[in-house]
Structures are given as structure tokens and as C-alpha cells.
């Protein structure tokens, strides 16, 4: 099938590359020159396992283009459109300014018959708007959200867990054509829901919701647990035997971050006020209110460490994306940590394996270094914020040997706090005693 991707994103570039894995004839189209000078190279403008290779050989085959030009969709008989829906500045609610734009650009260029896709995170009600001047251009429109993960991208498009389309009632044609797109994608037993627009649009973000409350709830019971002496690790493999509760996503640390989980709930508060049931939803509120408290306690845990002061206290940054895998720092709670640290007088290092520049793009007066070795040398405090393998397979007895302190925060409760209190050193968590 001959498909265009409006949007080379996260998201987009992702899905360009695996359509054309899947056999599709892709063009993914962004108007961000430099991202499509490096797609359309082969390279990938950001960290993503398995990305590059992808892109290296649907570029190779042919299958798989890149353009700045939105004229280039003219010809694709599915648009899938995959752009961001940041957070509005000063505001809570989703920003579609990038969504409509990319509708009105691409609806010139439709066919009679043509499939437009909505992949973005909208605001319940965009679709069926939406679909007014899609049937207008004599397109049809299907609304089919995506649930990858960030470094799990690749894997999570090619064979998804499920499949919603969100359609007008009884158009048949529109989920046999999605079927046919995703053919080769889905196993036999992959869940596939055909759905409204409306349910569409809102299992997205009721899934994102729901992922949020998982880590607050936890991170809420860690706060509880620091107050009891409880141990919120085995708290939370007991809890998570019941399978009705279920052990993924209940660890605790410094919180969610990222492009998706924090802006999506936000976004989802503020829709829901614009409907008349803000209340329903007011609880998200305290999901966001606990997520960031997080970040506070672990200055705080460097704050003590210190003894109350932080000026001149050298401290070691170990990550900065905002989870392992990545080099996003959209939102990171470890970015925000050491932004904080840094404000409060203590002489920050900080390192990362992939988010160093995307760090710096932020936060550009932070003192980056390569190697671990060059952030912990001679440093009092370390904290450990984002939890990629290499940090977490740590030598505590190596590390100790070029550090000045002993204090190590573990700002995602993924350390043996035995194995690093036996090599000499004063181990904190978030809930762990
Ligand atoms: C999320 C959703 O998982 C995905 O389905 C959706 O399509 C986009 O948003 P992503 O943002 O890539 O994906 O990251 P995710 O793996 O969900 O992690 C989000 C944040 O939660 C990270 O900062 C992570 O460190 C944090 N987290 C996750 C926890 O703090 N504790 C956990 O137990 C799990």
C-alpha cells in the first residue's frame, strides 16, 4: 500500500520506518528540514533502539522517503498524521495547533477514497470535528491511537498489544483497510477494537491516566512507607501478586516524566473541565501533585546528606533522560533534579549515556560530563536518577574509590541498598529503609 506519515517525530518516524518494514511503500513527510535530512539519510534525529537499522534499510529498499514537501502524500491512498500535541504555554489543556495545521495542509492534496489516520493525542471531540473536513475533501477519516513506548518503540509498533479504530459508525471500509495495512503486524490473537472516535480518542489518554496513577499511588505509599520504616519494594511485589493490581509500573523513585504520561493527564483535567466534569477527574490532580513532590524529596535527601546546606557540596548526576533508553528529556524528573540541586549552591556533574545534548538544549549552564568516573570524582553525594543497566550494575566499592563522600541517592530504588551499605556507604531511597 502507498502510505503517507505527516509528522516525523517520536512518534511519526517510528511509524514510517515500520510501515515500510511491513512492506508499505512509506513517505513520511515533517516540516523540520534538519529531521528529514537526517531521515532521509538513514540516520535517526534521536535515540531509539532498533530505529536506525530500521530506517537504514527502508531507505535502502526504496520503500521508505522523506520530504518537507506535504505534496508528496498526493499519491499515498492512507495519511497516517502523527504530529505532537504539546502542552499549551501557560496553560493545561493540548496545543492542536500542529494538528490542524497538518489536516489543512494535507487535505489539499487528499484523493476521493484517500484514508486519513489520526495517531496523535487529542482532546476527546477532535476526531469527529475533525472528520467534517476530511468527508469534505472526500476523504474518510479513522482515528487509531498509538501506545508505544519509548525505547520500545520499534517492537511495540511492529506487533502491538492491541488496535483501536475509531470510526463512524458501520464504515467497515475503513477498519478493512486499516486491517490490510496492519496485516502482517498483527498475530492472530492481537486485540483489535473497533470504537467510535469519542471511546478512541479517550483510551489513549484514560491509558496514560491510568499508568500515571499506578506510579503516584506507589510513590504515595513510599512516602507512607519512610514515615513506618515499611519497605516499599516488598510492598510492592506483594501487592503487585494480585493479579487484579498487577507488578508493572508500581516502582517507586523520582516519578514519571516524559513527552506523553505528565501533559497527557493535564490535558485530559483540562478537556474534562471544558465538558462540565472537571470534578470526575480532579483526582489526576493529586496524580500530577505527588509526581512532582517526588522530585522535591530527593533534593531533600541531598539536603540532609549535606547537613542542611548544599552550597559548595559536590554532587554526581547519574542519568538525566527521563527513563533508561532514551535520550528524551521532555519533562525529566532527573533534569529538574539537577536544575534544582544546582540552584540550591551545591557544584553538579552530571552525565548520561544518550541525553547529554538533549540536556543541554534545556539546560545549557549544566556542567555535563561523558563518564561516570568524571561526574563521581571527588563528588560527596551521588544520585542515581535514571536507572539504565550500567548504573544500575554499578561496583560499589569501585565508585567508592574515586568519591570523596559516601552518600548515594537512589532516586529510582534499583540498588541493592544491602550490597551498597556493606561497601561503606550511606544508602537512601524513596521508601526504603
Ligand atoms: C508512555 C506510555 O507507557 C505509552 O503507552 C504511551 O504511548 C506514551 O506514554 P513513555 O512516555 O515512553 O510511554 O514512558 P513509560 O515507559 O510509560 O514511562 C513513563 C515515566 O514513568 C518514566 O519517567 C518512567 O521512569 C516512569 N515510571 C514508570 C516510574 O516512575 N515507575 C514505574 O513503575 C514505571
Not at 535530512?37 to 527502508?58: I, K, N, Y
Not at 514515615?227 to 516502582?251: E, M
Not at 490532580?285 to 548544599?310: H, S
Not at 535520550?327 to 540552584?343: I, N
Request: net charge negative.
Amino acid at each position: 500500500m502507498k502510505i503517507s506519515v505527516i509528522g516525523c517525530g517520536y512518534l511519526g518516524a517510528v511509524h514510517a520506518a515500520c510501515m515500510a518494514e511491513l512492506g508499505h511503500d512509506v513517505v513520511g513527510i515533517d516540516v523540520d528540514a534538519a529531521k528529514i535530512a537526517s531521515l532521509a539519510a538513514g540516520a535517526a534525529p534521536f535515540f531509539e533502539p532498533g530505529l536506525p537499522e530500521l530506517l537504514s534499510s527502508g531507505v535502502a529498499s526504496g520503500r521508505l522517503r522523506f520530504s518537507t514537501d506535504i505534496a508528496e502524500a498526493r499519491g499515498a491512498t492512507v495519511h497516517f498524521v502523527a504530529v505532537g500535541t504539546p502542552q499549551k504555554p501557560g496553560s493545561d489543556a493540548a496545543d492542536l495547533r500542529f494538528v490542524d495545521a497538518s489536516f489543512e495542509a494535507l487535505l489539499e492534496h487528499v484523493g476521493p477514497g484517500d484514508l486519513v489516520v489520526g495517531k496523535s493525542t487529542v482532546p476527546v471531540g477532535t476526531a469527529s470535528r475533525l472528520a467534517e473536513t476530511v468527508e469534505a475533501a472526500g476523504a474518510t477519516l479513522a482515528w487509531n491511537p498509538e501506545f508505544l513506548r519509548e525505547g520500545f518503540a520499534v517492537q511495540d509498533t511492529i506487533s502491538p498489544d492491541r488496535l483501536v479504530y475509531g470510526v463512524r459508525d458501520g464504515d467497515d471500509t475503513s477498519v478493512a483497510t486499516l486491517d490490510a495495512v496492519y496485516a502482517s503486524a498483527i498475530a492472530a490473537e492481537t486485540p483489535r477494537l473497533v470504537t467510535d472516535y469519542a471511546t478512541a480518542e479517550l483510551v489513549k489518554v484514560a491509558a496514560n491516566a491510568f499508568l500515571a496513577t499506578k506510579i503516584s499511588f506507589i510513590n504515595a505509599m513510599s512516602v507512607v512507607a519512610d514515615a513506618t520504616g515499611a519497605n516499599i519494594t516488598q510492598l510492592a511485589d506483594a501487592i503487585g501478586h494480585d493479579a487484579r493490581i498487577g507488578r508493572r509500573f508500581l516502582n517507586a523513585g523520582v516519578g514519571f516524566g516524559g513527552g506523553c504520561l505528565p501533559k497527557d493527564i493535564r490535558g485530559f483535567m483540562a478537556r474534562a473541565d471544558e465538558l462540565g466534569v472537571g470534578e470526575s477527574l480532579a483526582f489526576l490532580k493529586n496524580v500530577d501533585a505527588i509526581n512532582l513532590a517526588q522530585r522535591e524529596r530527593v533534593v531533600q535527601l541531598a539536603v540532609e546528606a549535606a547537613g542542611g546546606d548544599l552550597t559548595g557540596t559536590r554532587v554526581a548526576i547519574l542519568g538525566l533522560a527521563f527513563k533508561p533508553d532514551s535520550d528524551d528529556v521532555r519533562d525529566s524528573p532527573a533534569l529538574d533534579v539537577a536544575a534544582r540541586l544546582v540552584s540550591l549552591g551545591a557544584i553538579v556533574k552530571a552525565t548520561d549515556p544518550e541525553a547529554i545534548e538533549t540536556s543541554r538544549r534545556v539546560h545549557p549552564d549544566l556542567d555535563y560530563v561523558a563518564t561516570v568516573d568524571e561526574a563521581a570524582a571527588e563528588a560527596d553525594i551521588v544520585v542515581l536518577l535514571t536507572e539504565w543497566k550500567q548504573y544500575r550494575e554499578l561496583d560499589p566499592a569501585e565508585l567508592a574509590s574515586i568519591t570523596s563522600g559516601r552518600t548515594i541517592i537512589d532516586g529510582r530504588n534499583v540498588l541493592d541498598s544491602s550490597r551498597w551499605r556493606g561497601a561503606g556507604w550511606e544508602y537512601r531511597g524513596l521508601g526504603r529503609p
